[in-house]
């Protein structure tokens, strides 16, 4: 359902305001501008509002991933050679003692 969001700016000094509304069928006062001191001819405006858009969680991560993936991976360094581990485990494993030894 879409939210009823107008946006307003002053002609005079750019200042922007929001306005809410219940229905998307209503016409939206002006607000006044927030710049206006007493005194001053300010005249707000509607503007078209920048569309919004929702991304899922898997378009956020291949948003991040194109942008922080190379300085992640640099701050990681380089993968661990897993076959080293193995191999390592593998001979300090040899001499462990069996079920049979305890």
């Known amino acids: 359902?879409?939210?009823?969001?107008?946006?307003?700016q002053c002609k005079q000094c750019?200042?922007?305001?929001e306005v809410f509304t219940r229905t998307v069928q209503s016409d939206p006062k002006p607000p006044a501008c927030?710049?206006?001191?007493?005194?001053g001819e300010h005249q707000m405006r509607r503007i078209v509002s920048m569309f919004a858009r929702h991304l899922t969680v898997a378009d956020q991560l291949a948003e991040a991933e194109a942008k922080?993936?190379?300085?992640?991976?640099a701050a990681?360094?380089?993968?661990p050679d897993v076959g080293k581990y193995?191999?390592?485990?593998g001979e300090l494993a040899k001499n462990l003692p069996g079920p049979d030894d305890l």
Request: aromatic share 12%; no cysteine.
């Open 14 to 17: 750019g200042a922007k305001d």
């Open 34 to 39: 927030p710049n206006l001191k007493s005194g």
């Open 76 to 79: 990681m360094g380089p993968e």
């Open 68 to 73: 922080w993936g190379k300085e992640v991976d």
């Open 1 to 8: 359902m879409p939210v009823p969001l107008y946006e307003f």
């Open 86 to 89: 193995a191999r390592r485990y």
